[in-house]
């Protein structure tokens, strides 16, 4: 059974940064591909970034281009999301996901995953 486990938020001032990160089992995590959801007090859930299953390739929202990064270590099972430069409308829950299907790109489309981590809040204070 997959399991995904996210850790890293927490409360930061505006301009700061945080580091996320996503423990996953249960499978060959080296051979999906894994994406950041976030969902904000009264809003739908939104794409974040994702990472293809070899980590050669990146997607991420517009709102977070050139801030935040994501990666992997296949090695250690997790995939990471380096936020930088935070600004208030970045708090939310934070969530990671797996793709179902094997050596897929990643994608801005939560249907496309079927694995779901329990969240970790990010607050950006102003």
């Known amino acids: 059974q997959v399991q995904l486990v996210e850790s890293g938020g927490g409360l930061v001032q505006a301009g700061g940064s945080l580091r996320l990160s996503c423990a996953a089992s249960?499978?060959?995590?080296?051979?999906?591909?894994m994406g950041w959801f976030r969902q904000a007090p009264g809003k739908e859930r939104e794409f974040v970034a994702a990472?293809?299953?070899?980590?050669?390739?990146?997607y991420y929202a517009d709102s977070v281009k050139g801030r935040f990064t994501i990666s992997r270590d296949n090695a250690k099972n997790t995939v990471f999301l380096q936020m930088n430069s935070l600004k208030p409308e970045d708090t939310a829950v934070y969530y990671c996901?797996?793709?179902?299907?094997?050596?897929?790109?990643?994608?801005?489309?939560?249907?496309?995953?079927?694995?779901w981590g329990q969240g970790t809040q990010v607050t950006v204070s102003s």
């Open positions: 990472i293809s299953w070899s980590g050669d390739s990146t």
């Open positions: 996901a797996e793709r179902a299907a094997l050596y897929m790109s990643g994608s801005y489309y939560s249907y496309d995953y079927d694995y």
């Open positions: 249960g499978r060959t995590f080296s051979r999906y591909a």
